[in-house]
């Protein structure tokens, strides 16, 4: 079975750093894009980071130049590293795999809490 695996979130200060881990199973990883999404309650869920199958990477605006994806096909897991953390990218951090046109599989979420 497919499975996406988030990890790593926790609580961190403003200006600190926190990495992301998602590792994917039960599926080919190599042919997926994979995403980071975020979402806040009462809010959409926002695209925040993307690395295709090829490794280009796409970053929303907000987060260029702090937030680097990456990817490591032998071990299937794409990592988010997010570095000086603002209490507006507090949000639970979705993992997506995603294979056009009908292949679309989503983690279960870790919680990144930026407070003092």
């Known amino acids: 079975q497919v499975r996406l695996v988030e990890s790593g979130g926790g609580l961190v200060q403003p200006g600190g750093s926190l990495t992301l881990s998602c590792a994917a199973s039960?599926?080919?990883?190599?042919?997926?894009?994979m995403n980071w999404y975020r979402q806040v309650p009462g809010n959409q869920r926002e695209l925040v980071a993307e690395?295709?199958?090829?490794?280009?990477?796409r970053y929303v605006d907000s987060v260029k130049g702090r937030f680097t994806v990456s990817r490591d096909n032998a071990k299937s897991t794409v990592a988010l590293q997010m570095n000086i953390l603002r209490p507006e990218d507090t949000a639970v951090y979705y993992c997506?795999?995603?294979?056009?046109?009908?292949?679309?599989?989503w983690g279960q979420g870790t919680q990144v809490t930026v407070s003092s």
């Open positions: 997506n795999a995603k294979r056009v046109p009908y292949l679309d599989f």
């Open positions: 039960g599926i080919i990883f190599s042919r997926y894009a």
């Open positions: 690395i295709s199958s090829g490794g280009s990477t």
